[in-house]
C-alpha cells in the first residue's frame, strides 16, 4: 500500500508507443517541456507512463533536452483491464470555454468518446480535432484513466442517430417519459443532449420516432448544454 502510494504522486504522462520493460521510449518538445521546465524533473526521476493498452509503467527519465527527451519503462504497476463498452457522448459543439470544461468533465466522468454533432440550432459548427484530442489526453492523465476517450469526426444529428443501437437523448418538458436515474444504461450506448437553444421542432418528432431514440428527463429545469452532459453522464456510468 505505502508503494502504491508513493506511485501516486508521481507525474503521469500520456504516449502513443508500446511499453515493455527495459525498454526506452522517445519524450517529444511538448512533454520534454512539461517534465524538465514546468515540473523541474531531471535524468533518473520518476514518472508514471501509460498509452492505453499496456497498463501503466513506472519510468525513469533517461536525459531531458530543450527539444527532446527519452525515458525508460521499468515496471509495469498497473495491469490494463479488459475492453469495456461505455457511454458516447453525442453533443453540439458550444462555445469554447464551455466547451473545455464539458470535454474535461466527460472524461472524468467515464465518457467512453466523444462525438460532436450538428443540429438546426448549432452555433458552433467547427471543431479543432488536435486541440480536443489533447484535452481528452490531459483529462485522462490527470483524473487516472488507463483509456483514452475516442473523439469522432464532427457529423450531422441525423446520421449520428444511426451509429448507435441505443441512444438516450434528453428532451425537455416532454411529459410521460422517464427521468434519467431510472435508467440502467446499456454499455455501448450513447447520450444526447441538445445544443444552445434546444433541439427544433422537427428534430424532436425525428428523435421520439427513431428506433435507436429511448427518451429521458432531465428534471423540470432547463440546464445548460454543458450541465445536462454531466448531469446525464453521472446517472448512465454510475
Not at 530543450?66 to 519503462?73: E, L, T
Not at 484535452?135 to 442517430?161: F, H, M, V, W, Y
Not at 427521468?179 to 444552445?196: M, N, R, T, V, W
Request: with cysteine.
Amino acid at each position: 500500500m505505502k508503494r502504491q502510494t508513493v506511485h501516486k504522486k508521481l507525474p503521469r504522462l500520456y504516449i502513443d508507443t508500446a511499453l515493455n520493460a527495459d525498454q526506452s521510449f522517445a519524450l517529444d518538445k511538448a512533454q520534454s517541456h512539461y517534465l524538465g521546465h514546468v515540473l523541474r524533473l531531471n535524468s533518473g526521476d520518476q514518472l508514471r507512463v501509460f498509452n492505453g493498452r499496456d497498463g501503466e509503467w513506472l519510468c525513469s527519465i533517461d536525459y531531458i533536452g530543450k527539444k527532446d527527451g527519452q525515458a525508460r519503462a521499468m515496471e509495469c504497476i498497473r495491469p490494463q483491464p479488459e475492453p469495456s463498452k461505455g457511454i458516447t457522448l453525442l453533443c453540439a459543439p458550444i462555445k469554447k470555454h464551455r466547451m473545455d470544461f464539458m470535454i474535461e468533465k466527460a472524461v472524468e466522468l467515464g465518457a467512453h468518446a466523444i462525438h460532436p454533432v450538428l443540429t438546426q440550432n448549432t452555433d458552433v459548427r467547427k471543431v479543432n480535432d488536435e486541440r480536443i484530442t489533447q484535452q481528452i489526453i490531459e483529462a485522462a492523465e490527470q483524473c487516472e484513466r488507463l483509456n483514452i476517450p475516442t473523439l469522432k469526426p464532427i457529423s450531422a444529428l441525423n446520421k449520428a442517430l444511426n451509429e448507435y443501437s441505443t441512444i438516450y437523448a434528453a428532451l425537455e418538458r416532454i411529459d410521460g417519459i422517464p427521468h434519467i436515474s431510472e435508467i440502467k444504461a446499456d454499455g455501448d450506448a450513447a447520450f444526447l443532449i441538445g445544443p444552445e437553444g434546444g433541439f427544433s421542432a422537427e428534430e424532436i418528432d425525428l428523435l421520439r420516432q427513431h428506433k435507436n431514440i429511448v427518451s429521458v428527463s432531465l428534471g423540470d429545469d432547463i440546464l445548460r448544454a454543458e450541465t445536462a452532459a454531466l448531469y446525464g453522464l453521472a446517472f448512465l456510468n454510475r
